[in-house]
């Protein structure tokens, strides 16, 4: 089974900083991961796809890269309604998929 | 505009069972996988199981093989997951969502409290 390792698991950041959060596969998964966000008392909404791609709609300031085992989702200048916990997900063993633990993201 | 409706859930005593119903409108169902994911209160997402479009491959996480049951009726733009034999762990929200063509799950309904509880 393929894990994936998010961290940190929380951090805070004041409104502009520049936000990084990291993915580690057990194993190699090509560009197969997603990020997600998620707000208290919502569903998820997507974010990134294959690893890199922009959702959508989703601003700019949000960004994906890496590839194999190691992943970043980074937001370029936080802002107030960024605050909300982010997941990555993993589809390269489809049908089976793995979220990360989900990292937190708190105003300081 | 895609629509995901769960419904079916509440408060059930352990060793008990429960239906859970997603209802799929705004997009062709029986073209498309599948999926439920659950969270725990507090807790991150768990992705719990897929179904193909036709019903004809299903797949689980280990922790509910041989309780939880995921089914559909593309007649009725419905999925379904049967869980029986619940234990204090299955206490969560249960998500339906959509498997894009990318095998990312794109859309997703809204939640239904299951609280497994004496």
């Known amino acids: 089974d393929i894990q994936m390792t998010q961290s940190p ?14 993915c580690r596969a057990s194993q190699g998964i090509r560009n197969d991961l997603g990020w997600y966000q998620q707000k208290p008392g919502k569903a998820p909404k997507r974010l990134i796809y294959a690893a890199s791609s922009l959702q959508s709609g989703v601003p700019s300031r949000f960004s994906g890269s ?11 200048s936080l ?4 605050f909300a916990t982010y997941y990555c997900l993993q589809h390269n063993s489809y049908p089976l998929l793995t979220f990360g633990g ?7 | 505009e ?5 419904s079916g859930g509440g408060l059930v005593q ?4 429960l239906r859970l119903s997603c209802a ?22 768990e992705w719990v199981a897929n179904i193909k479009q036709d019903g004809s491959e299903k797949y689980y996480v280990d922790s509910v093989k041989g309780r939880f049951t995921i089914s559909r009726d593309n ?3 419905s999925l379904y997951l049967q869980m029986n034999s619940l234990r204090a762990e299955d206490t969560a929200v249960y998500y339906c969502a959509r498997v894009s063509i990318g095998l990312h799950l794109d859309y997703w309904g809204q939640g239904t409290l299951v609280t497994v509880s004496s």
Do not use: C, H
């Open chain 2, 24 to 45: 799929a409108s705004g997009f062709t169902f029986s073209s498309y996988w599948m999926s439920w994911v659950r969270q725990a209160p507090g807790k991150g997402l």
């Open chain 1, 102 to 108: 989900g990292t937190k993201v708190e105003i300081k």
């Open chain 2, 2 to 6: 895609v629509q995901l409706v769960e």
């Open chain 2, 75 to 77: 007649a009725k733009n």
């Open chain 1, 79 to 82: 802002q107030p309604e960024d």
């Open chain 1, 9 to 22: 698991s929380s951090l805070s950041a004041s409104v502009g900083d520049r936000v990084t959060i990291t």
């Open chain 1, 66 to 76: 890496g590839s194999g085992t190691e992943f970043t989702l980074t937001i370029s």
């Open chain 2, 14 to 17: 352990p060793g008990g069972s």
